[in-house]
């Protein structure tokens, strides 16, 4: 089903017009990016339930502007209640420019430096785009919604004995964006959905927990993904309740897709976000095009490698999205860019220029990121493995773009001994290790590629937006500790 | 909006109850790369957040809420449309029943900031002069900050008749330090928030931050060892939030903490010290700082655990309610009284003592914790002389293992909202080498 586009929007974007028109009479560069993004988080566990507008809902503007040094924007959620458009436009327009003359004034005479930025020179291009699902989420009865994800908890509880609780979450966020300078008229409208399982166990005293993501430009159908994979992820926790602790040191190891996943975000996704390179905080700038990892690693990243939630027409800059080869055949061939870096170091932008909200500044970020595909099975892997662990799961990882350690918490590992799965499971795991050490190690890759999109990613502790990361099983070698 | 919008919630039927949250932010950010101004940005918005209430019986009686953001330039019809949706979802949102909090007045006095006394705009260049007064070091520098200050207007409004209203300021320094000279070029990242104006605080926190820097880029990999460890700064923030999460009376509701006042909530065989926390509306510099939470409730100080007994459960009113403890309200400051060990004794034995990770967490539900290392200093001696910077590997613990014998200094330290020990020692904690 066709997502039908912002009412909102449309109805404003004459006005923006307006705007940007009177706006590029005092500045060399004008853009507007006004976005709508409406969505409900339906959250159930065995004492509550809970209903709420997603944490991913705005509207807004925000309208960068260039101001003869560099660029300043101004993020702003209101539009005069005036009946004229005219009337609105110039009056939004003589807000902004006062507005910004007062913050630029405010910095004169500034004790520091300012960059200099060459303007922004856009080619011409006019887009619009309705993405589509099967089951509209705003379409659902909230009682059918609600009622749904109740059954799994009866259901849970069925499984395990030592279940106390099952948190079960589905979101839907439908993104409305649209872009207008005075070269672009972009639009854009789609859905993104994401869900989690979360089965709490407890055994006297010890209590552990694992956490089933779903995600995907999927609409309702999404919840089938949840109920079909429910005894899976009870059964997983319920498990975890028998795990050790590993004993500190370097394993063979053999990583599920999203651990995969999170290798390639937390390695060389953010270590190569190209603002990094401007800030010279980024190792990888020694490492393009030359060897950063086993022959067998291939990595994109790019809004339009793959359909997942980070998916899109256009970024928050107004440049389009593309599909960008990071790593090739292990050597490191490209960045991902926003717009300002790309500029300043005079490369094309690769439409990475994403914010958390429209009052927050854009920076170069990921989007879909993942390892290509190899030929390898998971069972060939595992029969390799004379002492070392399976890893599944995550549950959070961070990037050191500078010197290039990796942080990966995993929530637990399946024990190989001589080729085969033992069932003894080891859980947490702090997986660290020097990042070109941990990709040159990188022996087999498996032929299926999976992606998730659940969660949000930072820059640093803030900054949180969607992106979405995966690849095929991999075997390498890292610390566990 | 506001106005309109509590006449509506008054005369729409299956609306029992309803609280309103509206902000109202100014803000200004700079954003340097090395001490040149990169980008500028301002901002003015305002959000509405609307919960509202239904009562209804079917087997029992229940009360559902669901909550939405209202932009400010819904029309009437828009916020109709919202509300009677709403009612939709509500009538199938089946949890126990609840009062909001009714008016009271506050005891507690939250001090002006000094940001109120000029424009926000204005406090941009004496911000950035004292984020750069020790940007001076020969081979280290401010490779690149963030600098934000936004000034928030917040008023909460419930049927009840809750109808409070404050100013408060909401600043946020990110800084990555990096130093060139060592073996190899390093950086440490530093986010810090703040809520009024020290002459002191960035140029010290710069300068702490580039001496560490200094010291990672001399670093040896981390050894295999069994040594204690100690942490300070934010790990100790993370890993005593543990005990928060444990007394919080939504955790207890939901079966993830089986606390019970009166009982110990640090274990048992207590050899080292026992933990102490009380919450505080305000503390000096805490963003977080108010008189009221989010609920409208009027906070007092509350002594959560004494001794390492749980006193008294905490957090909002309805999960209170359910467990038919006192209510305390969410208070916003965590204080943790010291210990008695100065730092100094505290040093004296083998150590590793971390000073920067990449990400340290503790999981509040299974009390895990653990984190990459960025910058330690290991003393292998038992005199404690003779430390050395070392990086990489990582720790790895559960706070149930190490709880009975944990150390909190006698010095104390405040970061954002927390006051507590500046340092914590560990035994028993798995350290991954990184040799």
Same mark, same amino acid.
């Given at each position: 089903m066709k997502i039908n586009s912002s009412e909102y929007l449309l109805k404003h974007k004459p006005?923006?017009?307006?705007?940007?028109?009177?706006?590029?009479?005092?500045?060399?560069?004008?853009?507007?990016?006004?976005?709508?993004?409406?969505?409900?988080?339906?959250?159930?566990?065995?004492?509550?339930?809970?209903?709420?507008?997603?944490?991913?809902?705005?509207?807004?503007?925000?309208?960068?502007?260039?101001?003869?040094?560099?660029?300043?924007?101004?993020?702003? *959620?209101?539009?005069?209640?005036?009946?004229?458009?005219?009337?609105?436009?110039?009056? @939004?327009?003589?807000?902004?420019?006062?507005?910004?003359?007062?913050?630029?004034?405010?910095?004169?005479?500034?004790?520091?430096?300012? *960059?200099?930025?060459?303007?922004?020179?856009?080619?011409?291009?006019?887009?619009?785009?309705?993405?589509?699902?099967?089951?509209?989420?705003?379409?659902?009865?909230?009682?059918?919604?609600?009622?749904?994800?109740?059954?799994?908890?009866?259901?849970?509880?069925?499984?395990?004995?030592?279940?106390?609780?099952?948190?079960?979450?589905?979101?839907?966020?439908?993104?409305?964006?649209?872009?207008?300078?005075?070269?672009?008229?972009?639009?854009?409208?789609?859905?993104?959905?994401?869900?989690?399982? @979360?089965?709490?166990?407890?055994?006297?005293?010890?209590?552990?927990?694992?956490?089933?993501?779903?995600?995907?430009?999927?609409?309702?159908?999404?919840?089938?993904?949840?109920?079909?994979?429910?005894?899976?992820?009870?059964?997983?926790?319920?498990?975890?309740?028998?795990?050790?602790?590993?004993?500190?040191?370097?394993?063979?190891?053999?990583?599920?897709?999203?651990?995969? !996943?999170?290798?390639?975000?937390?390695?060389? !996704?953010?270590?190569?976000?190209?603002?990094?390179?401007?800030?010279?905080?980024?190792?990888?700038?020694?490492? @393009?095009?030359?060897?950063?990892?086993?022959?067998?690693?291939?990595?994109?990243?790019?809004?339009?490698?793959?359909?997942?939630?980070?998916?899109?027409?256009?970024?928050?800059?107004?440049?389009?999205?593309?599909?960008?080869?990071?790593?090739?055949?292990?050597?490191?061939? *490209?960045?991902?860019?926003?717009?300002?870096?790309?500029?300043?170091?005079?490369?094309?932008?690769?439409?990475?220029?994403?914010?958390?909200?429209?009052?927050?500044?854009?920076?170069?970020?990921?989007?879909?990121?993942?390892?290509?595909?190899?030929?390898?099975?998971?069972?060939?892997?595992?029969?390799?493995?004379?002492?070392?662990?399976?890893?599944?799961?995550?549950?959070?990882?961070?990037?050191?773009?500078?010197?290039?350690?990796?942080?990966?918490?995993?929530?637990?590992?399946?024990?190989?001994?001589?080729?085969?799965?033992?069932?003894?499971?080891?859980?947490?795991?702090?997986?660290?290790?020097?990042?070109?050490?941990?990709?040159?190690?990188?022996?087999?890759?498996?032929?299926?590629?999976?992606?998730?999109?659940?969660?949000?990613? !930072?820059?640093?502790?803030?900054?949180?937006?969607?992106?979405?990361?995966?690849?095929?099983? @991999?075997?390498?070698?890292?610390?566990?500790? | 909006m506001i106005k309109r919008l509590k006449k509506l919630l008054n005369s729409t039927k299956d609306v029992n109850a309803w609280k309103i949250i509206g902000k109202e932010i100014q803000a200004e950010e700079l954003f340097f790369i090395k001490n040149n101004l990169d980008m500028n940005r301002s901002k003015t918005v305002k959000h509405i957040y609307l919960t509202i209430y239904h009562d209804f019986k079917e087997d029992r009686n229940y009360r559902g809420s669901v909550s939405v953001r209202l932009h400010p330039t819904y029309s009437t019809k828009e916020v109709e449309d919202v509300i009677n949706k709403c009612l939709l979802s509500i009538k199938h949102v089946r949890n126990e029943p609840y009062p909001l909090p009714k008016p009271a007045e506050s005891s507690v006095r939250i001090p002006e900031s000094r940001f109120v006394s000029k424009p926000i705009e204005d406090w941009l260049k004496p911000l950035s002069e004292s984020l750069f007064q020790e940007d001076t070091f020969k081979n280290g520098c401010i490779n690149s900050a963030e600098l934000f200050l936004n000034r928030e207007q917040t008023r909460i409004l419930n049927s009840e008749g809750i109808d409070v209203s404050w100013s408060s300021y909401n600043g946020t320094l990110e800084v990555i330090t990096e130093w060139n000279g060592g073996d190899e070029d390093v950086e440490l990242y530093k986010l810090v928030h703040f809520s009024d104006f020290f002459t002191d605080n960035f140029p010290d926190i710069v300068k702490n931050q580039l001496t560490l820097c200094q010291d990672r880029?001399?670093?040896?990999?981390?050894?295999?060892?069994?040594?204690?460890?100690?942490?300070?700064?934010?790990?100790? #923030?993370?890993?005593?939030?543990?005990?928060?999460? #444990?007394?919080?009376?939504?955790?207890?509701?939901? #079966?993830?903490?089986?606390?019970?006042?009166?009982?110990?909530? #640090?274990?048992?065989?207590?050899?080292?010290?026992?933990?102490?926390?009380?919450?505080?509306?305000?503390?000096?510099?805490?963003?977080?700082?108010?008189a009221w939470d989010m609920d409208g409730f009027s906070l007092k100080p509350v002594s959560i655990i004494e001794n390492g007994i749980l006193k008294k459960y905490w957090g909002p009113l309805r999960f209170t309610h359910y467990l038919d403890s006192p209510p305390t309200g969410r208070v916003p400051n965590i204080v943790v009284s010291p210990g008695k060990q100065p730092v100094d004794e505290i040093r004296r034995d083998e150590y590793l003592e971390i000073l920067s990770f990449s990400d340290f967490q503790c999981d509040p539900l299974t009390g895990d914790f653990g984190g990459e290392i960025r910058l330690a200093y290991y003393s292998p001696e038992k005199s404690g002389n003779n430390r050395y910077p070392v990086t990489g590997g990582s720790i790895s613990g559960n706070i149930k293992n190490v709880q009975h014998e944990l150390i909190l200094s006698k010095e104390t330290r405040v970061m954002d909202n927390f006051k507590g020990p500046e340092m914590i020692k560990l035994l028993n904690v798995s350290i991954t080498g990184a040799e």
């Open positions: 006005i923006l017009k307006q705007v940007v028109k009177s706006l590029s009479k005092d500045y060399p560069y004008v853009s507007i990016l006004a976005t709508d993004v409406t969505g409900t988080i339906y959250k159930t566990q065995m004492s509550e339930t809970m209903v709420q507008d997603s944490s991913w809902c705005e509207r807004g503007f925000v309208v960068r502007v260039h101001n003869g040094n560099h660029y300043s924007e101004f993020s702003f *959620n209101e539009i005069p209640d005036t009946p004229d458009t005219n009337d609105q436009a110039k009056l @939004i327009a003589g807000d902004i420019g006062d507005r910004i003359k007062k913050s630029l004034d405010a910095l004169n005479p500034f004790p520091f430096e300012k *960059n200099q930025f060459p303007v922004v020179d856009e080619q011409p291009i006019t887009k619009s785009i309705r993405e589509k699902v099967q089951i509209t989420p705003e379409d659902i009865e909230p009682g059918e919604m609600i009622s749904r994800l109740s059954k799994l908890k009866s259901q849970a509880q069925k499984i395990s004995p030592s279940l106390i609780d099952l948190r079960v979450i589905y979101e839907y966020s439908k993104v409305s964006k649209m872009f207008i300078s005075e070269s672009k008229d972009m639009d854009q409208t789609y859905i993104w959905s994401q869900g989690y399982l @979360i089965p709490i166990v407890r055994k006297d005293d010890n209590t552990k927990y694992i956490y089933q993501p779903f995600s995907g430009l999927k609409g309702y159908e999404l919840l089938d993904e949840l109920e079909n994979s429910l005894t899976k992820a009870v059964e997983e926790a319920e498990q975890l309740l028998n795990a050790h602790r590993v004993e500190p040191g370097e394993y063979d190891i053999i990583c599920s897709p999203d651990v995969t !996943g999170l290798i390639a975000h937390e390695a060389f !996704g953010h270590g190569v976000e190209m603002d990094m390179f401007v800030k010279n905080r980024a190792k990888a700038v020694e490492y @393009i095009n030359k060897q950063g990892a086993s022959d067998l690693v291939t990595m994109h990243d790019g809004a339009l490698s793959a359909r997942e939630v980070s998916s899109y027409l256009f970024d928050d800059e107004g440049t389009l999205g593309t599909d960008t080869v990071i790593i090739d055949k292990g050597i490191l061939k *490209n960045g991902i860019s926003d717009l300002l870096s790309a500029f300043q170091l005079k490369k094309t932008p690769t439409g990475n220029g994403k914010r958390e909200s429209f009052e927050r500044k854009a920076y170069a970020r990921m989007t879909n990121t993942f390892f290509a595909s190899g030929n390898d099975t998971l069972e060939d892997m595992i029969t390799t493995v004379k002492f070392g662990y399976l890893l599944e799961k995550y549950s959070s990882g961070m990037e050191d773009p500078k010197n290039w350690g990796i942080q990966c918490m995993i929530l637990y590992g399946r024990e190989i001994i001589d080729g085969k799965l033992t069932g003894k499971l080891i859980s947490p795991i702090i997986m660290t290790g020097y990042v070109p050490d941990v990709l040159k190690s990188v022996s087999m890759v498996s032929k299926n590629v999976v992606l998730s999109g659940s969660g949000m990613c !930072g820059k640093g502790y803030k900054e949180y937006v969607k992106t979405s990361s995966g690849g095929p099983y @991999i075997k390498t070698r890292a610390r566990l500790g | 880029s001399t670093a040896k990999p981390t050894p295999p060892m069994n040594a204690p460890v100690l942490l300070s700064g934010e790990p100790v #923030q993370e890993l005593l939030s543990y005990y928060l999460s #444990q007394a919080s009376a939504e955790n207890v509701y939901n #079966q993830i903490s089986l606390a019970k006042p009166g009982e110990s909530i #640090q274990g048992e065989k207590i050899t080292g010290d026992k933990i102490n926390i009380h919450l505080e509306p305000y503390l000096e510099n805490s963003i977080g700082s108010s």
